[in-house]
């Protein structure tokens, strides 16, 4: 293993700054929500009806705009999760 020196880059955790540990809660979320929005699509899909509703919002969804929610959803949680991890602290510094 190498050591680290100063002239190495530091690579910031995911709960080091406030921005950190926030962008790493939307990401969580985000994925949480993307898993919401497939398994209401798939769950229309074994039924007789074409479309099933999300529990709190309502809205009807068929497996394929489920999988459209689930890949807009994993968008969000990956930016987020890139920004946890290589955003620097501040400008200052």
Same mark, same amino acid.
């Given at each position: 293993?190498?050591?680290?020196?100063?002239?190495?880059?530091?690579?910031? &955790?995911?709960?080091?700054?406030? =921005?950190?540990?926030? %962008?790493? !809660?939307?990401?969580?979320? %985000?994925?949480?929500?993307? !898993?919401?929005? %497939?398994?209401?699509?798939?769950? %229309?899909? &074994?039924?007789?009806?074409?479309?099933?509703?999300?529990?709190?919002?309502? =809205?009807? /969804?068929?497996?394929?705009? #489920? =999988?459209? &929610?689930? /890949? +807009?959803? =994993? #968008?969000?949680? /990956?930016?987020? /999760? !890139?920004?946890?991890?290589?955003?620097?602290? &501040? +400008?200052?510094?």
């Amino acid at each position: 293993m190498v050591p680290m020196t100063s002239s190495t880059a530091s690579t910031g &955790g995911l709960f080091d700054t406030p =921005f950190s540990i926030g %962008a790493t !809660v939307l990401a969580a979320v %985000a994925a949480l929500v993307g !898993v919401l929005f %497939a398994w209401t699509g798939y769950s %229309a899909a &074994g039924t007789d009806e074409a479309t099933a509703a999300l529990p709190l919002l309502g =809205f009807e /969804l068929n497996i394929l705009t #489920g =999988f459209v &929610g689930l /890949l +807009f959803a =994993f #968008g969000i949680a /990956l930016v987020a /999760l !890139v920004a946890a991890l290589y955003m620097e602290p &501040g +400008f200052g510094e």
